[in-house]
């Protein structure tokens, strides 16, 4: 198993242009999330989707889209890049127990410049 | 919204020297979390912790759930160079919140040879 994956490790974007950063993992998880990680802040939710066709909110989503049209895939947009967006973005999945979700695995990250 | 404060910030430790961290809440979680993160890398999990007043240990990790729900600590025994890093602690609370971790500003552990 590859785990969760991560693409690309670093980007560089100019204010104003859109992306989408790809996560995919082969456990089939049913749980897939994504973070923001800044200096001092630690771990930030962004979205999160307990299921193919299912996503919601976290603590921090504005300026961000996702979608979940397969188990194994969870893609983050960014519509307009902002240099507050500037951070390394972290994916992870798990799996859903009952009514609670298992240890959550993260990818490598990917570092995000916005000029 | 939940709030972790995580404490010390930083440490710089001599090799062999024995570690503790701890997080504390203002709400109530029902898993706690501890992490660590080396540069340029994901967190990767190092224990979990279910149930109110667990003690959990992973080689010469320790760790425990708060009787009180709001607070976790982690111990780290004869500290080695290795365990350089970034630890987390992570809070998840149950029901409609399932899934959702809420982090510590993480620790910083810097262990000098």
């Known amino acids: 198993n590859a785990g969760v994956t991560q693409t690309p490790k670093f980007q560089v974007l100019k204010t104003g242009q859109s992306m989408t950063l790809q996560c995919a993992q082969d456990?089939?998880?049913?749980?897939m999330s994504w973070y923001r990680q800044d200096p001092g802040m630690g771990l930030r939710l962004i979205h999160y989707?307990?299921?193919?066709?299912?996503?919601d909110q976290g603590e921090v989503p504005n300026g961000y889209n996702v979608s979940r049209s397969t188990t194994e895939d969870f893609p983050l947009r960014l519509l307009s890049a902002a240099p507050s967006q500037t951070s390394v973005y972290f994916c992870?999945?798990?799996?859903?127990?009952?009514?609670?979700?298992?240890?959550?695995?993260f990818g490598p990250g990917t570092r995000l410049t916005v000029l | 919204g939940q709030q972790l404060n995580q404490s010390p910030q930083s440490m710089f430790i001599q090799e062999g020297e024995d570690v503790s961290m701890n997080c504390t809440s203002s709400?109530?979680?029902?898993?706690w979390l501890w992490y660590k993160q080396d540069p340029g890398e994901g967190p990767v999990l190092l224990i979990a912790?279910?149930?109110?007043?667990e003690l959990t240990s992973n080689g010469r990790l320790t760790a425990q759930f708060g009787i009180t729900r709001k607070d976790s600590f982690l111990n780290i025994s004869a500290s080695i160079p290795s365990d350089v890093g970034i630890y987390f602690c992570a809070g998840q609370s149950g029901g409609t919140s399932y899934g959702k971790l809420t982090f510590g500003q993480g620790t910083i552990l810097t262990v000098h040879p």
């Open positions: 912790l279910y149930k109110a007043g």
């Open positions: 989707s307990v299921g193919a066709g299912i996503t």
């Open positions: 709400s109530i979680f029902n898993t």
């Open positions: 992870a999945s798990s799996y859903v127990l009952g009514g609670s979700t298992d240890t959550q695995y």
């Open positions: 456990m089939n998880h049913e749980y």
